[in-house]
């Protein structure tokens, strides 16, 4: 690229009159910061090179810079400059330069104004525009340009991609062609919701990270704590997807909903999974359910299909330890993984400050936290999420507009959010109780009848006064998508379940009414492991916690959840009394695990082995099941782990020791062709191997004569 075509060229418009959603943009609503950025990408997007914005305080003339194509005789820096104005008539004259000659000809002396972009969101005329260009050039200038309003509107309507990266535009322009039936319901559901709250949203980094993710791999994961803006950049990117009338943007909840929603002839899907590993603690399911997405996952992109996902940080990094060689590789390499908790602070501090400014506060009370802003935006362990709770009323009933319970609300954003859910009446707790025990989720046309007369007969109030209270918590505590009543976000469940930690009542009346599946996945016992995030039931409810595990539907998948939860949540005491209470539980079938060591099955049986009470034909049976694990599918996973080996007796073990150095490894050669042709190529290929290697390193540690060792050499050449 030469210097003369890092001149703007303007797009050739395609007709003579704009019309759609892009014919004119309110670009005088979206405040001075935001139109720098939108500016900024403005001169990304058509110069195709990087663009770096300046704080206000120390532009020193030049709002943004750009870098001139190396190769010619000309200075290397371009120079920006915007000039922004909230009245939308407004046009632009020529005093309008005089504030920034100065600068520029400081700027022309040093080399860094030889391509200067003046950036306007007022109209400009002809006449004006010609002037300002003979001034600048008088001043030293060689190649001037200004560039107005209807110039940003061309470009805007022009790039999708410039669109993605600034969504603010999306609130500005008339969406009625954009909202129409080539959607499908998700999708209008997301823009019904998410347009509004456009004004509102800041454009960081990782949002462009994501944005460049997508576009690179056709997948990204967004990860982050609790409120720190996961949803919000999935929503606006599956937002602007919607855009495209190929596309059909899906949000699903788990895994098993994109394998039922994926289409192999519908190229133009977008999948928004958000909580892709569980909401509040990890779902184990969605982890089994995972390992054999994945593969599908990668087809689909292959097809053109596009895929955002989100999880709290350490519900993912739970997820991958049990994943490992499983996992998609765009995750494991960390190339499609986005941090969107790093934020600067400008960031930060244009996100609270938009919040607020647009948020449902009165007037005074904005003016008083003001002066504040800036303490609370340099707060380390700043959350959007919370952020958004200051523009509104609801969250800050009790909290004074001083720097310390400013700053405190953003510090401890848990416990503010108890004492806010604990302050409303009673009836409204009920209602959110109500929709807790429903894993955070209640159809009035599809829920559980026994779980929703629990929370009446715990609170009180008939179902349907309980019902009536949605409406007053829509918008702040609570959501409607489709039928379904979800919490606005995540953290609402979390402060519920650290209230009703304390609540022994309540406690008991949840182990009776919550659903089976809230149990299973959300619940943990007091005296065994701690995780993050779960409701713990004391020891005083362990008898009600077995009945209702003894209930448990005899069902596959609710039966890996229930064998997950007594050899992994389960405290000795209530494991026992399950074993000796319910016996046959143990004799249900349920999914099969990828690997060996990852079956809660197996590690009930396990368990129960400890306790000298397997049954002899339960044991017979698992132990035939983990022999042919080595010798057929080359399964090693289980040699780690000390329970699961003392399945096996002595002799059988040593037996197995045997058949792989005289079964198993001479067969190498044949099997590792085997594998080569039944290898799915959407895999990594060492995946295909892992399996196999590890059995070479297993034999190895036994001990091996020299012929053995042959044999092993020989195999990892042939993988090579």
């Given amino acids: 690229m030469t210097a003369d075509s890092a001149q703007i060229q303007l797009p050739e418009p395609r007709e003579r009159r704009a019309h759609g959603p892009w014919s004119d943009l309110a670009l005088h609503t979206i405040g001075w910061r935001a139109f720098q950025d939108l500016s900024s990408q403005v001169c990304e997007v058509v110069l195709g090179r990087p663009v770096e914005v300046f704080r206000e305080a120390q532009d020193g003339g030049q709002d943004a810079v750009f870098l001139i194509p190396a190769g010619t005789d000309v200075p290397p820096i371009g120079t920006v400059q915007c000039k922004h104005t909230s009245d939308a008539m407004k046009a632009l004259k020529l005093s ?57 509107v061309r470009v805007i309507r022009s790039s999708a991609r410039l669109r993605a990266l600034v969504p603010q535009v999306y609130g500005l322009g008339d969406l009625t062609s954009i909202v129409d039936e080539r959607l499908s319901e998700q999708s209008r559901a997301l823009l019904d919701s998410w347009i509004p709250k456009l004004r509102t949203y800041v454009p960081t980094q990782a949002h462009r990270a994501a944005v460049n993710a997508i576009s690179e791999h056709g997948v990204v994961l967004l990860l982050g704590n609790p409120s720190s803006g996961k949803s919000a950049i999935g929503a606006i990117v599956s937002t602007i997807a919607s855009e495209n009338p190929d596309n059909t943007v899906l949000a699903l909840t788990s895994p098993r909903d994109f394998e039922a929603g994926w289409n192999p002839n519908d190229p133009g899907r977008f999948f928004w999974i958000d909580d892709a590993f569980g909401s509040n603690v990890l779902r184990d399911d969605y982890v089994q359910d ?51 908790g790093e934020l600067t602070f400008e960031e930060k501090a244009q996100i609270l400050y938009n919040h607020v400014n647009f948020g449902e506060q009165s007037q005074s009370w904005r003016s008083s936290v003001k002066p504040h802003l800036d303490a609370v935006a340099a707060v380390r362990d700043f959350l959007p999420g919370i952020a958004e709770r200051l523009g509104d009323p609801n969250f800050t009933k009790s909290l004074a507009p001083r720097e310390s319970s400013l700053v405190r609300f953003m510090k401890e954003p848990t416990e503010h959010l108890i004492d806010t859910v604990n302050a409303l009446d009673d009836q409204l707790q009920a ?21 929703a007369q629990a929370v009446a007969e715990l609170t009180g109030y008939t179902l349907t006064k309980i019902q009536d209270c949605f409406a007053e918590l829509k918008g702040s505590f609570l959501k409607l998508s489709g039928s379904e009543w979800t919490f606005a976000h995540p953290t609402i469940s979390d402060a519920l379940t650290e209230i009703l930690r304390q609540k022994p009542h309540m406690m008991a009346a949840l182990i009776r009414g919550a659903t089976i599946d809230t149990i299973l996945s959300s619940f943990t016992c007091e005296g065994s492991p701690l995780i993050r995030d779960a409701l713990v039931i004391p020891t005083s409810l362990d008898d009600a916690l077995v009945a209702r595990l003894g209930r448990t539907p005899d069902e596959l998948h609710r039966n890996w959840m229930l064998f997950h939860f007594l050899s992994y949540r389960s405290s000795e005491a209530v494991f026992v009394k399950v074993v000796e209470q319910f016996p046959n539980l143990l004799r249900r079938s349920c999914w099969h695990s ?108 036994i001990g091996v004569d020299t012929d053995a060792a042959v044999l092993i050499n020989d195999a990892r050449d042939h993988v090579k």
């Avoid at 100065?102 to 007022?122: P, R, S």
Wanted: with cysteine.
């Fill in 96 to 152: 309008d330069l005089t504030a920034e000659i100065n600068h520029i000809e400081e700027l022309v002396k040093a080399g860094q104004a030889d391509t200067y972009v003046f950036m306007t969101n007022m109209s400009v005329d002809a006449p004006v525009a010609a002037a300002m260009r003979a001034r600048l050039r008088a001043l030293g200038v060689r190649k001037p340009h200004i560039l107005g309003r209807q110039y940003i």
């Fill in 431 to 451: 209602a959110l109780i109500l929709v807790y025990v429903h894993q955070a989720g209640f159809d009035p046309n599809n829920h559980d009848a026994s779980a």
């Fill in 290 to 340: 995972w390992t054999s997405a994945f593969s599908k996952l990668r087809a689909a992109i292959k097809h053109g299909n596009r895929f955002l996902l989100t999880s709290r940080k350490h519900i993912y990094e739970a997820a991958r330890r049990r994943l490992g060689q499983r996992n998609l590789a765009q995750f494991a390499d960390g190339s499609a993984v986005v941090d969107v």
């Fill in 594 to 701: 990828d690997l060996a060591s990852n079956d809660p099955q197996i590690a009930t049986y396990a368990r129960v082995h400890r306790l000298s009470v397997l049954p002899d034909d339960l044991r017979l049976e698992v132990v035939d099941k983990l022999e042919s694990a080595v010798l057929n599918s080359l399964d090693i996973s289980f040699f780690e782990e000390p329970q699961m080996l003392a399945l096996i007796p002595p002799l059988r073990l040593i037996g197995v020791g045997l058949a792989l150095r005289t079964n198993v490894l001479p067969s190498l050669e044949e099997r590792i062709d085997e594998i080569t042709v039944d290898a799915d190529l959407d895999e990594e290929p060492d995946s295909h191997f892992k399996k196999l290697l590890g059995v070479l390193d297993c034999i190895e540690e």
